[in-house]
């Protein structure tokens, strides 16, 4: 009787074993299964983000690479911090000058600039995400999309520094936010789509494109 138990218990070991090592096969499987797979995906992303391979040796070679979101961050940053200036120094213009009781204006200019630039810089973030969307579609559909998100983003950077002048300040903001943003954020982008590679784009080629436009929209406000 004796004999018997211990064979069944040995059996019963034998088996649980068999079965243990089974389904430590199948895990092993499995995250060989899913390792690949993640590399079948990588595969296809590089694809589908490099035209050819000498693209994407180009994109490896750059040493200062700047992604579309920093791309367009950076950029918000730049036009926030001249565009606001070139409107109230067209302002100042035809309004001959300031007197002196009123130099305190100045102050308020600095500040709205102040706060244009770190919201044009935020808000950039979200915009960037938003045209790295829109350049995977056709030319024709990108041209129609982009002024609208040059718009609300003039919007939300105008209104945001415009609103230290109150309620009229925010208002005006807005309108003149969405003037330049229409205009600065599809020319900004169609060039950022022409030469990035990939994802990204050299920062010596981005300098000339973000001073570039910003300085031919305040030369126009200018009246230069």
Not at 3 to 16: E, P, Y
Not at 46 to 56: P, T
Not at 123 to 151: A, D, Q, T
Not at 163 to 190: D, E
Request: charged share 15%; net charge positive.
């Amino acid at each position: 009787m004796e004999a018997r138990k211990t064979q069944t218990a040995a059996n019963f070991r034998s088996d649980f074993n068999s079965f243990a090592a089974y389904d430590g096969g199948d895990k092993l499987a499995q995250q060989r299964l899913d390792k690949l797979l993640a590399i079948n995906a990588e595969t296809v992303r590089e694809k589908s983000l490099y035209h050819s391979d000498r693209e994407k040796t180009e994109a490896a070679m750059m040493k200062n690479p700047l992604s579309t979101v920093q791309a367009f961050s950076y950029f918000g940053l730049i036009l926030g911090a001249f565009s606001p200036a070139a409107i109230f120094g067209r302002f100042l213009i035809d309004s001959s000058g300031l007197r002196s009781e009123d130099i305190w204006i100045l102050g308020v200019i600095a500040i709205v600039n102040i706060l244009s630039a770190v919201v044009g810089f935020f808000s950039g973030k979200l915009v960037g995400k938003m045209v790295r969307e829109v350049e995977n579609y056709s030319w024709g559909i990108m041209l129609l999309i982009l002024p609208f998100i040059g718009v609300l983003w003039g919007i939300i950077t105008g209104g945001a520094s415009g609103i230290i002048i109150l309620i009229v300040g925010a208002f005006f903001g807005a309108i003149l936010g969405a003037m330049v943003g229409s205009v600065a954020l599809p020319a900004f982008a169609l060039l950022h789509r022409l030469l990035k590679k990939g994802e990204v784009i050299d920062r010596k080629l981005f300098l000339p494109m973000a001073f570039g436009i910003t300085f031919i929209i305040c030369g126009f406000i200018l009246g230069l």
